[in-house]
C-alpha cells in the first residue's frame, strides 16, 4: 500500500477524478478568486475603469468551462452558506453596461491583469477574462508574474486566491481585509466582534462597490482519498486536514 491514501485535487480536476474512480471529498466553496486592482495605479484608480471590468466577466461560463462545475460563481466576499447574504450579489455578465461605462474613459487607456506564473488555472481564467473584456470593447492583456514577487509596476490588477481563515462570517471578512486593504487601498480596521449579519454585510457591500476587488468564482477544497480511509470528515474552513478522527483500514494480506 505505497499508494498516498490523502491528496489535494486542484477543483477543476474533480471531474476527471471521480470519473477514474478516485474518491472524491469536497468541501463547502471556501476559496474566493479575485482580481483586486493596485492602488495608486492610475487605470486602477478610475472608478469606471474598475466597474466596467467587473461588469464584462461571465463568471457562468469561468464555472462551468474552466472550473468543470466544481465551484460557483462569486458577487461577494462570503459565499452564500457563510453569511446567507450572497444572493444579493449580482454576478451576471453586463458587456453593454461595460462597454458604456468604458467609452466615458478619456484616452486610449489600458489595463494588465497579472497572474502567477506557476498558476495554470489562473492562466484559464485570465485568458477568459480577457476575451469578455475586448467583448465589452476593454483593452485588456493578461501577462505572467513571478510567483513570489510582489506585482510588477506596469500590473494594474491581480488575480488572486483568497482562504477563508473561519467558518464565521465576520471573521473570514477580517481576515480578507487583512490580505487586501493594503494592496487595495481599502480601511484594513475589522468590524466589531458582536457584529450582526446585516452589519457583515455592509461592509462587504461597501468594498465590493467600490471595485477594488472584483469577486469571481467560489472554489471548493477537493481531496482525493484512498480506500484504506474511514471516518473521513471534510476540514471546515480555516480547519487542518482532520488526521485526529481518521483511520486507515490494514490492508489484508
Known amino acids: 500500500g505505497g499508494k498516498a491514501d490523502f491528496a489535494e485535487i486542484p477543483p477543476e480536476e474533480a471531474r476527471r477524478a471521480a470519473e477514474r474512480g478516485v ?63 450572497a444572493f444579493l450579489f449580482s454576478t451576471a455578465a453586463d458587456a453593454a453596461g461595460a462597454k458604456e461605462l468604458w467609452s466615458q474613459i478619456g484616452g486610449s487607456p489600458k489595463i494588465v491583469l497579472g497572474y502567477d506564473s506557476d498558476d495554470l488555472l489562473g492562466q484559464a481564467i485570465a485568458e477568459r477574462i480577457a476575451v469578455n473584456a475586448r467583448d465589452a470593447g476593454i483593452g485588456l492583456t493578461a501577462e505572467t508574474i513571478a510567483s513570489a514577487e510582489p506585482s510588477p509596476a506596469n500590473v494594474d490588477a491581480r488575480l488572486v486566491y483568497l482562504r477563508m481563515t473561519s467558518s464565521h ?12 486593504a493594503p494592496r487595495a487601498g481599502l480601511d484594513p480596521s475589522p468590524l466589531p466582534a458582536a457584529a450582526t449579519s446585516e452589519q457583515i454585510y455592509e461592509r462587504e457591500r461597501a468594498i465590493v462597490s467600490s471595485y477594488r476587488v472584483v469577486p469571481l468564482v467560489w472554489l ?21 486536514w482532520p488526521f485526529a478522527d481518521v483511520w486507515l483500514e490494514q490492508e489484508s494480506q
Open 220 to 240: 471548493p477544497q477537493v481531496y482525493g482519498l484512498g480506500p484504506r480511509v474511514r471516518d473521513w470528515k471534510v476540514p471546515a474552513a480555516g480547519e487542518g
Open 23 to 85: 474518491r472524491v471529498s469536497t468541501s463547502q466553496p471556501e476559496d474566493l478568486v479575485a482580481i483586486v486592482f493596485a492602488a495608486g495605479h492610475p487605470i486602477a484608480e478610475d472608478t469606471h475603469a474598475r466597474e466596467a471590468l467587473a461588469r464584462s466577466i461571465d463568471r457562468a461560463a469561468i464555472v462551468n468551462f474552466i472550473l468543470q462545475k466544481e465551484g460557483e460563481p462569486a458577487g461577494g466576499l462570503l459565499p452564500q452558506w457563510s453569511n446567507g447574504t
Open 169 to 180: 462570517p465576520r471573521d473570514a471578512l477580517a481576515g480578507f481585509q487583512t490580505v487586501l
